[in-house]
């Protein structure tokens, strides 16, 4: 079994900063792309930004230039640096990874944790 656990969030003053985590672990042989998505209240879950193995990146425009994504593959974690954050960065940040076990590669979503910007 794999799990994806998240740490860090909290809250903010608008113009602030936070760093998320998330660490995979379980029986795995290789991660591939790790994602961030948010959910705000009332709205549907959105992608944010994703990594690939090789470290390449690609974010929403929303967020590009503000938020910095990272990952370390030796320990299977992706971390997501957010500068500048704004009130409508306010949601549920959720980890999304492609994960290679034993049974093949599947989808893995940690439990989300909340960031929330105001003043």
């Known amino acids: 079994q794999v799990q994806l656990v998240e740490s860090g969030g909290g809250l903010v003053q608008p113009g602030g900063s936070l760093r998320v985590s998330c660490a995979a672990s379980?029986?795995?042989?290789?991660?591939?792309?790790m994602a961030w998505y948010r959910q705000a209240p009332g709205k549907q879950r959105e992608w944010v930004v994703q990594?690939?193995?090789?470290?390449?990146?690609n974010y929403d425009d929303s967020v590009k230039g503000r938020f910095t994504i990272s990952r370390v593959n030796a320990n299977n974690t992706v971390n997501l640096q957010m500068n500048t954050l704004k009130p409508e960065d306010t949601a549920v940040y959720y980890c999304?990874?492609?994960?290679?076990?034993?049974?093949?590669?599947?989808?893995?979503w940690g439990q989300g944790t909340q960031v929330t910007v105001s003043s």
């Open positions: 999304n990874a492609d994960v290679w076990g034993r049974r093949g590669r599947r989808n893995y």
């Open positions: 990594i690939n193995s090789d470290g390449i990146a």
């Open positions: 379980g029986s795995i042989i290789r991660v591939d792309t």
